[in-house]
């Protein structure tokens, strides 16, 4: 694999975007989404989550080989200290050590803005996810059995949870991406990349 690059996303991503993203839709249980959304649905998903949350894509010569976003885990405002990740990356690019590095990348960038508990929710059996989460430290929080129907099955999901920060009292408020500086959003992401050069 050549040297990656970290970015913050664009709309104008949309398209390679998709196009990692939908064989995860049509070829498997990974996400739970029965249709492949449209260039204009994404946009405006990728333009809602980027205005509150990190999202960021990983190129390689130039191409969009996967992407990372948080989102809100939970609505009521007591979850506000709270948000949910998820890694996608183009076939053929998985288990080169993308996934860890985009994860703790995400991790990294949630700290600036207030959140303690990073959420996963990974389809299982799937061993390389789960040894993904604990190797991070994730906790497993919860096992929901035949929680979706797809492929053909019910499918079971796991939740699992890491503390990124102390609990302290009376936590500040959530802080949106658009918030934190953009010079020390981009130094995040690429000392990110960088841990993934060759020693």
Not at 86 to 91: G, K, V
Not at 101 to 111: F, N, P, S
Not at 118 to 127: A, G, H, K, L, Y
């Given at each position: 694999?050549?040297?990656?690059?970290?970015?913050?996303?664009?709309?104008?991503?949309?398209?390679?975007?998709?196009?990692i993203?939908?064989?995860?839709?049509?070829?498997?249980?990974?996400?739970?989404?029965?249709?492949?959304?449209?260039?204009?649905?994404?946009?405006q998903?990728?333009r809602?989550?980027s205005?509150?949350?990190?999202?960021?894509?990983?190129?390689?010569?130039?191409?969009i080989?996967?992407?990372?976003?948080?989102?809100?885990h939970?609505?009521?405002a007591?979850?506000?200290?709270?948000a949910e990740i998820?890694?996608?990356?183009?076939?053929g690019?998985?288990?080169?050590?993308?996934?860890k590095?985009?994860?703790?990348?995400?991790?990294?960038?949630?700290?600036l803005?207030?959140?303690?508990?990073?959420?996963?929710?990974?389809?299982?059996?799937?061993?390389?996810?789960?040894h993904?989460?604990?190797?991070?430290?994730?906790?497993?929080e919860?096992i929901?059995?035949?929680?979706?129907?797809?492929?053909?099955?019910?499918?079971?999901?796991?939740?699992?949870?890491?503390n990124?920060a102390?609990?302290?009292?009376?936590?500040?408020?959530?802080?949106?991406i658009?918030?934190?500086?953009?010079?020390?959003i981009?130094?995040?992401?690429?000392?990110?990349?960088?841990?993934?050069?060759?020693?």
């Open positions: 694999m050549s040297t990656v690059h970290f970015r913050r996303v664009t709309e104008e991503d949309v398209v390679p975007i998709l196009a993203y939908a064989p995860y839709v049509t070829d498997s249980a990974i996400t739970f989404e029965y249709d492949v959304p449209s260039e204009e649905e994404f946009r998903r990728i809602t989550i205005a509150e949350y990190p999202y960021f894509v990983c190129e390689s010569d130039g191409q080989i996967g992407y990372a976003y948080a989102h809100r939970m609505e009521r007591a979850y506000q200290w709270n998820s890694i996608y990356i183009r076939q690019f998985t288990g080169k050590g993308l996934g590095t985009m994860c703790q990348a995400l991790i990294d960038l949630l700290r803005q207030g959140i303690r508990n990073v959420f996963s929710c990974v389809t299982i059996p799937n061993e390389r996810s789960a993904l989460h604990h190797s991070m430290e994730f906790s497993t919860g929901f059995q035949n929680a979706g129907y797809k492929c053909g099955k019910w499918q079971t999901i796991a939740w699992f949870r890491k990124i102390p609990y302290t009292n009376e936590p500040a408020p959530f802080s949106p658009s918030r934190i500086d953009r010079q020390l981009d130094s995040i992401l690429e000392k990110n990349a960088a841990s993934l050069l060759p020693r």
